[in-house]
């Protein structure tokens, strides 16, 4: 299974990429650190879809099974720099797609508005977002070694298994619709 993980977060070394980076280890799963990524802003420029690290990130997701999606809440929504990384893609990438959404907050009752954004961004894409999704604020973590503490692992590992079944069903489902 070919699961691949957006860090839509700065700056480095904060709570999105603590994240991204315990998912992909405890799972074996791929990630793309938006930053690392190189796309432009997006301006519409045809020759900005031949650019080298578009054409590669567009390669990314597609290969991909299932996407993780992670990204801190700024300002009620996922954060800028992801809005422009996920411009880059059509539904020719996502379309049917099963699609994690985690947020991470500041605490209290923030991280909402930042998966209803992401959601509503998929869904613009036909991607089949799965229900199971999380916030995680900062009591979440353990920073000393770079983990979650129990309470948030068993929610992280509810989400990729929920991932996981919707992936399975994917690949066995959308080669049948396309031929019927």
């Not at 957006?6 to 650190?33: Q, V």
């Not at 990438?93 to 209803?116: D, E, M, R, Y």
């Not at 604020?137 to 503490?149: Q, S």
């Amino acid at each position: 299974m070919n699961v691949l993980i957006i860090n839509g977060g700065m700056p480095r070394g904060g709570r999105t990429e603590l994240i991204t980076r315990f998912i992909a280890s405890e799972y074996g799963f791929k990630y793309e650190d938006i930053s690392a990524a190189n796309l432009p802003f997006l301006t519409g420029e045809p020759d900005q879809w031949q650019l080298p690290e578009v054409v590669a990130f567009k390669e990314k997701v597609s290969a991909a099974s299932g996407i993780i999606l992670i990204s801190p809440e700024y300002h009620g929504g996922m954060t800028g720099a992801l809005k422009n990384t996920l411009d880059f893609l059509t539904s020719d990438q996502l379309a049917h797609k099963p699609v994690a959404l985690l947020a991470t907050a500041g605490g209290g009752k923030g991280g909402i508005n930042c998966l209803n954004n992401m959601r509503t961004v998929m869904r613009g894409f036909y991607a089949n977002v799965i229900p199971k999704q999380i916030v995680l604020d900062p009591e979440c973590f353990n920073y000393d070694d770079g983990t979650l503490w129990e309470e948030s692992r068993i929610l992280v590992d509810e989400m990729v298994h929920e991932l996981k079944m919707y992936t399975k069903m994917s690949e066995q489902l959308i080669p049948r619709v396309i031929l019927d």
